[in-house]
T-cell receptor, first 115, second 118 residues
Framework: AQSVAQPEDQVNVAEGNPLTVKCTYSVSGNPYLFWYVQYPNRGLQFLLKYITGDNLVKGSYGFEAEFNKSQTSFHLKKPSALVSDSALYFCAVRDIHNAGNMLTFGGGTRLMVKP | DTEVTQTPKHLVMGMTNKKSLKCEQHMGHRAMYWYKQKAKKPPELMFVYSYEKLSINESVPSRFSPECPNSSLLNLHLHALQPEDSALYLC?????????????????FGEGSRLTVL
């Protein structure tokens, strides 16, 4: 079975400060990992993914995420937060060795960036 | 901008009504999905179509009936819904079904259809 945990329901950060949204995962094999962002009353937008290779993945809107196999984590980061980054963020995982598996989403983390 | 288009954006219906949600993509994707999302919760998978055939039904009640007329279109027919079915319904697509041809399973989502059942 595969699972994703986002331990924080909400993260508050001041504009201009660095932000981190945490994600840990559990799969039986090797993971494909994803971050999606959802703005109010909108669909999910793809931010970035880790498939293989460099552990630091860069994505849209200045976001990046670091894959840490030993800690089974894939935390989302941004060096300088913007008010417009305020949204709901979902981490997702798929086990590459289980062909039938769909994406499993974490519970979501609401990011609030204050001016 | 998303390349998965969903209509209508908003739908209000009574419990005896019959309505449909529509989804369209022109990216050549061969897998299409319906998700249900409640407020502040992650999307929940309902159905998966793979090469226009239903491959996954996550024990969804029969009052929800999916249809895939061709590789670009996905419908969700609604009949005799309950108020608890009110939610955001998201359509998504992927290049090929997850796991085939090295596909990473990355999903492309539409903006969703906000359904309210009175």
């Amino acid at each position: 079975a595969q699972s994703v945990a986002q331990p924080e329901d909400q993260v508050n950060v001041a504009e201009g400060n660095p932000l981190t949204v945490k994600c840990t995962y559990s799969v039986s094999g090797n993971p494909y990992l994803f971050w999606y962002v959802q703005y109010p009353n909108r669909g999910l937008q793809f931010l970035l993914k880790y498939i293989t290779g460099d552990n630091l993945v860069k994505g849209s809107y200045g976001f990046e995420a670091e894959f840490n196999k030993s800690q089974t984590s894939f935390h989302l980061k941004k060096p300088s937060a913007l008010v417009s980054d305020s949204a709901l963020y979902f981490c997702a995982v798929r086990d590459i060795h289980n062909a039938g598996n769909m994406l499993t989403f974490g519970g979501g983390t609401r990011l609030m960036v204050k001016p | 901008d998303t390349e998965v288009t969903q209509t209508p954006k908003h739908l209000v219906m009574g419990m005896t009504n019959k309505k449909s949600l529509k989804c369209e993509q022109h990216m050549g994707h061969r897998a299409m999905y319906w998700y249900k999302q409640k407020a502040k919760k992650p999307p929940e998978l309902m159905f998966v179509y793979s090469y226009e055939k239903l491959s996954i039904n996550e024990s969804v009640p029969s009052r929800f009936s999916p249809e895939c007329p061709n590789s670009s279109l996905l419908n969700l027919h609604l009949h005799a819904l309950q108020p608890e079915d009110s939610a955001l319904y998201l359509c998504a697509s992927s290049q090929v079904p997850a796991g085939r041809g090295g596909n990473t399973g990355e999903l492309f989502f539409g903006e969703g259809s906000r359904l309210t059942v009175l």
